[in-house]
C-alpha cells in the first residue's frame, strides 16, 4: 500500500510545490500544511527502529504532530520536496532532486546528516543507489530499455557527474518512445477511428457510456496496459444494436488479441 501511494503522489502531488508552503503528506492521504521539521538522529538508513527518521509539523493553528518515515510518504521544507522510499534497507526520506518517469533522489548516507547519497527510482517501483565503482556496468543495465542513453554513457558523454543530464535523456527516450507506440499501434489507430464514428452516430441510449468505455481502452492501449474484458465486454454491449459501425467494432476488437 506504501509503494502503491508513493507511486499516486509522483502523479498528483508534485504540483502542490506551487504553493511554496512547508506540508506533510501521511499515509493516510492526507495533506498537513505548517512548519515542518526533519529529525533524523545522526543520518543512519532506517533499519528497523521505528522513530530513527520523522518529521514534525507545526501548524499556524493547533497541536504540534510528529510523523515517523513509516507514517509519511512525502513532505516538504522550503520548497524541497522528500518521498519515503522503500529500499534495500527498509524505509528512508530522499530528497527529489529531479522529478520524472525516472527520478533522481538525494539521500543521507549512513552516519552523515548531509544528503550527499544518489538513487535513482523509475515510475515501476525499480531503483539503483548509484555506484562510485562499476558506474557505467551498473547503471547502463539499470537503462538498458534506452539503448540511445546506455550508447552514450558507454561512450563518456554522460558521465558520473551528469546525472541530471542522464536523467533527462532517459525520461526523453521513454516518451518518444511511447509517443511512437502510440501513434503507430494498430490497435491504437483501430479504436481512435471506432470513437470517431461512434461520436458521428445520432443520439442514442448508451452513446455516453460507450464513449467513455472507449476512452478507457484507450488510455489503456497508450499505457501498453492489459485492457480489462468486463471493458471489452461493457463496449460490445453498448455498441449491440449500431449495425453501421459493426465492421469497425469488429476490427476494434480484433486489434486487442
Not at 492526507?30 to 512548519?35: A, E, I, P, V, Y
Request: glycine content about 6%; hydrophobic content about 40%.
Amino acid at each position: 500500500m506504501l509503494q502503491v501511494l508513493i507511486l499516486l503522489f509522483f502523479l498528483i502531488g508534485y504540483g502542490v510545490a506551487s504553493a511554496q508552503a512547508d506540508y506533510v503528506v501521511t499515509i493516510k492521504g492526507d495533506t498537513l500544511r505548517g512548519k515542518v521539521k526533519l529529525h533524523s538522529y545522526t543520518g543512519v538508513k532506517y533499519t528497523g527502529s521505528y522513530n530513527s527518521k520523522y518529521v514534525q509539523l507545526i501548524p499556524a493553528d493547533g497541536k504540534k504532530s510528529t510523523h515517523p518515515v513509516l507514517e509519511t510518504i512525502a513532505f516538504m521544507i522550503d520548497g524541497e520536496i522528500y518521498h519515503t522510499i522503500k529500499f534495500d534497507q527498509g524505509y528512508t526520506f530522499m530528497k527529489l532532486l529531479k522529478p520524472g518517469y525516472l527520478s533522481l533522489y538525494s539521500y543521507q548516507m549512513e552516519t552523515q546528516t548531509t544528503w550527499d547519497g544518489r538513487y535513482f527510482v523509475k515510475k515501476d517501483g525499480a531503483l539503483l543507489e548509484v555506484p562510485n565503482l562499476g558506474f557505467k556496468k551498473r547503471v547502463t543495465q539499470f537503462l538498458a530499455d534506452c539503448p540511445v542513453v546506455v550508447k552514450d554513457i558507454e561512450s563518456g558523454l554522460l558521465e558520473k557527474s551528469d546525472l541530471l543530464r542522464i536523467v533527462e535523456a532517459y525520461n526523453a527516450c521513454i516518451t518518444s518512445r511511447t509517443d511512437l507506440w502510440s501513434k503507430k499501434s494498430p490497435a491504437s489507430e483501430a479504436w481512435a477511428k471506432l470513437a470517431i464514428e461512434v461520436k458521428a452516430l445520432p443520439d442514442f441510449a448508451k452513446k455516453a457510456d460507450a464513449l467513455e468505455m472507449i476512452g478507457e481502452v484507450q488510455a489503456k492501449l497508450a499505457k501498453k496496459e492489459t485492457v480489462p474484458s468486463f471493458i471489452v465486454n461493457g463496449v460490445k454491449d453498448t455498441l449491440n444494436d449500431q449495425s453501421t459501425i459493426k465492421e469497425t467494432l469488429d476490427q476494434a476488437l480484433a486489434k486487442l488479441n
